[in-house]
Every structure is written in C-alpha cells, then in structure tokens.
C-alpha cells in the first residue's frame, strides 16, 4: 500500500469529542488521547512571555498534575533521609513521606492532603510517577510502591485502598509503579503485579477486586488503555513481554502479541489511529498492529528495526494523518516517522534537550492543540510548535520550570503537565506552577 494511499485512510480518523473540556482530571487529559480542546488560547505567546499566575511549593516527584472542578490533584514525596543517586541500575533507599496534594486552581491555595509515611527501594527515587485519575467526586492516586488510595475529592478523606505488594505479592518495578490508574464505567483498571494479577479490576466506588488477569515476570509501566473498535471495548495492558487486548468486563485476554522492551521498559501508552495501534519502547520494540474489523484481533504490519520507528520512553507519541511524533530514547530527538512502515522523515534536538549532541532519554511531553502542539520538554520549556511530516517548525517558547531532578549528567524535568481553565500547570521537585494561555491576557 502506497504512502497516499495509507494517509487517504487516516486523515479525519483522529477524532475529537464534540464538547470543549476545560478539565484535565487525569493522564492525557479527559480523554486520554493527549489533545486540548479548549478555545480562547493564544495563537502566539506575547513578546514580554506568558503570565505566570502563580507558584506554590511541593516536593520530590514526577507525577503530573490532574485538574478538575476547580481544584488541583498532584503527588509528592517529602524525603526524611537517604540519598538519590539516579543509578539506572540500582535501588536508593529513602524514608520518608508520600503525599497526595489538592489546592485551588485559581491561587494555588492548599486545600487539603493526604500524607502517610512510606518507605522507597527504587532506582530514580525522587517520588511519585502517577497523575491523579479524578472521577465523580473522587480521587485515585497511586504511589511509586504499590499503595493506592481513592480519596473524597472535597476533603481528602480515605473512602478505600489497596496495598499492592501486600494483597496481590506484587514485586514494586526498578523504576516504581508508574501506570496511571484509569477509570471506564463502573471499574478502576490498575497495573498491579503479582502472579495473575498484572491487571486487575476493582469497583471504583467500593474497591472490590471485579477481576484479575495475566501473568509476567515484570508488570512493566504502562497505563491500561481503553480502545473501542469495530463497536466493542478493548483494555490494553502492554506489561514487560507482550502487549495483550481483553475483555474489559471479564479480563479475558482477547489477542496478545510478543513485545518485550529492554530491561521490562513497557512505559509509553499505545497509540490508536483508525484501525492502527501503535506500541513503542525501549530496545527496538516496536510494533504496528492493525485491529480485526470482525472479531477482538490483531494483524501485525511491521516491527521496528534498527534505524527505522522510534522507541519511547518517558513520553507517548502522537499518531495524526499517517504520521508518527515522538521522543527517541535512544537519539533523545523528537522524531517524525512515515506510520506506514516506520520510515523516519526527520529529527530534531531543538524540542526535546536543546543541544547539538544525542542524549538518550531526551524527553518533551506532546499536546495537540488545534493546528498546533504545545510541547514541555526537559529543560522546563513550554514551546508551541507545528508537526508535520515535512518536519518540525517552532512557533515560540516559555521557560516555565527550573529542571531540579538530573540524568546521564544533565539537569532534567521529566513530569507531563496539564492543560485546564485556559492554562498550563507544571510541576518540578521544588514548585507546581501555573500559566495562562488565555488569548485575552
């Protein structure tokens, strides 16, 4: 199949929700497909740089902010004593405090938290990895050792939780538990771990266990994804050797397919475009697969090799009209890739680490906004920029945040912010900062 072909398909197939959504309550935002529908946001930023609304101190983390009903939900880790090394290949041990934070979305006022003591063994200890899913009123928040907690978005008090590695013998990765809880329906989908437990279902209201499904040797990092296809629901779960597709309702396993990343790095969401699903990750694990128009099925069109795809880490791509936009944990270079058969078009530091040379794990968060994308890369830069397959055309930049965290002898920031109420809200190690995006200021 031709290249024009391949696009004439897919242009139109990224669809967009007929409502604007002024919220971010969760990973990606309301629909978890990295894209800001909101209207009144400047085309261009002003010469003198955006308004900074305000700033409020937190701690250590790299989970993002969720907004929602006025209010903002974010995570942290107030450390008592030990040191992060940032050794990709060992544990730090740390005492301390793992906190979930709410505060007003206009001031930053604190409102409420909730805090309990809790040790860390992890590689890249500086806090929590998750984004707060808020959903009817509550508010689920899981911490980089397994403990989960659905909270009262109003008061914070405790309605339920879960203690992975207690209930389920689940074994806290290298890098912490990053998947995103996410909610659809009635149900709370979790990455868990533990031995037919890598999934598990719990009623988001109560926290009943619903189902448990699959086992392998690491639960990798991946958000559960819903996808719908062809007029039925698919749960995705890319753990660290296959990236499978179940019944949301049972946990039966659909279809899987063999995708093992380096060191069990299954980070990046799986992508969908049309009948298109991507999974990209570390170690040349890459996969196009196309989705069975008949039954819950794949067909697989092409896997990454050497020097074609792109392999994500830290970031999730971005799939539109044939196109591939990602991060290459490799090159540390935001990338353009042909979707059809994984050809790259082009590459750019500019976005990601600003520098000349490769630097692996270079690392900018991707968000469409009508015709452009708003990006927020390692150095704290918020940048607008067009993506096309032609390649990268950068409109302005912001410098929002300070990098307080480091990697391979560079200073990073490695948290997704959130798109609400015309803003952007970023957070780093030491602040959470908001900036308006409204056109008429």
């Known amino acids: 199949?031709?290249?024009?072909?391949?696009?004439?398909?897919?242009?139109?197939l990224l669809l967009l929700s007929p409502a604007l959504a002024d919220d971010w309550p969760q990973w990606l935002g309301p629909n978890r497909d990295s894209v800001w529908r909101e209207t009144g946001i400047v085309e261009r930023f002003p010469d003198d740089g955006l308004t900074v609304k305000w700033r409020v101190p937190v701690e250590l983390g790299y989970a993002g902010p969720a907004v929602a009903d006025g209010k903002v939900f974010v995570m942290d880790y107030v450390k008592q004593s030990g040191k992060i090394t940032n050794n990709p290949g060992g544990r730090d041990k740390l005492e301390g405090t793992e906190r979930v934070l709410c505060l007003a979305a206009d001031t930053g006022k604190p409102l409420w938290k909730h805090e309990y003591e809790r040790p860390y063994s992890l590689s890249y200890a500086a806090g929590p990895r998750c984004t707060p899913t808020v959903?009817?009123?509550?508010?689920?928040?899981?911490?980089?050792?397994?403990?989960?907690w659905c909270l009262d978005a109003e008061d914070?008090?405790?309605?339920?939780?879960?203690?992975?590695a207690k209930e389920y013998g689940a074994t806290t990765p290298m890098w912490g538990h990053s998947a995103h809880p996410l909610v659809d329906g009635d149900l709370l989908y979790c990455v868990v771990g533990g031995q037919g437990s890598v999934a598990v279902a719990f009623d988001k209201a109560t926290g009943r266990e619903a189902w448990r499904s699959l086992s392998s040797r690491d639960q990798g990092y991946c958000p559960p994804?819903?996808?719908e296809h062809a007029g039925s629901k698919q749960l995705l779960i890319w753990h660290s050797e296959a990236i499978n597709g179940l019944d949301p309702k049972t946990g039966e396993v659909y279809w899987s397919v063999p995708l093992k990343p380096s060191y069990g790095m299954s980070i990046a969401t799986p992508r969908k475009l049309g009948p298109y699903l991507l999974a990209s990750?570390?170690?040349?694990?890459?996969?196009?697969?196309?989705?069975?128009?008949?039954?819950?099925?794949?067909?697989?069109?092409?896997?990454?090799?050497?020097?074609t795809a792109l392999y994500c880490a830290n970031s999730t791509p971005f799939l539109e009209e044939g196109t591939i936009y990602g991060c290459d944990i490799s090159t540390g270079a935001l990338m353009g890739v042909r979707m059809e058969d994984g050809e790259r078009l082009w590459e750019t530091l500019e976005a990601t680490t600003g520098g000349t040379r490769r630097a692996r794990y270079g690392t900018a968060f991707l968000v469409k906004h009508s015709d452009r994308f708003f990006l927020f890369n390692e150095k704290g830069d918020l940048i607008l920029a067009k993506l096309s397959p032609e390649g990268y055309d950068e409109l302005d930049r912001f410098h929002v945040l300070e990098p307080t965290n480091n990697t391979f002898g560079r200073p990073v920031v490695w948290t997704h912010p959130a798109f609400a109420q015309r803003c952007v809200f970023a957070?780093?190690?030491?602040?959470?900062?908001?900036?308006?995006?409204?056109?008429?200021?």
Not at 135 to 148: F, H, I, M, P, R
Not at 298 to 306: E, F, Y
């Open 427 to 441: 957070r780093n190690d030491k602040e959470l900062v908001c900036v308006s995006l409204a056109a008429d200021e």
């Open 1 to 12: 199949m031709r290249n024009a072909t391949f696009c004439s398909l897919l242009t139109g």
């Open 135 to 148: 959903d009817s009123g509550k508010v689920y928040a899981l911490g980089a050792e397994g403990n989960l």
């Open 225 to 227: 994804t819903m996808i």
């Open 156 to 164: 914070g008090k405790v309605i339920w939780s879960k203690d992975f």
């Open 281 to 307: 990750g570390f170690g040349e694990a890459a996969v196009l697969l196309k989705l069975d128009d008949s039954k819950p099925a794949v067909d697989v069109v092409w896997r990454g090799k050497a020097k």
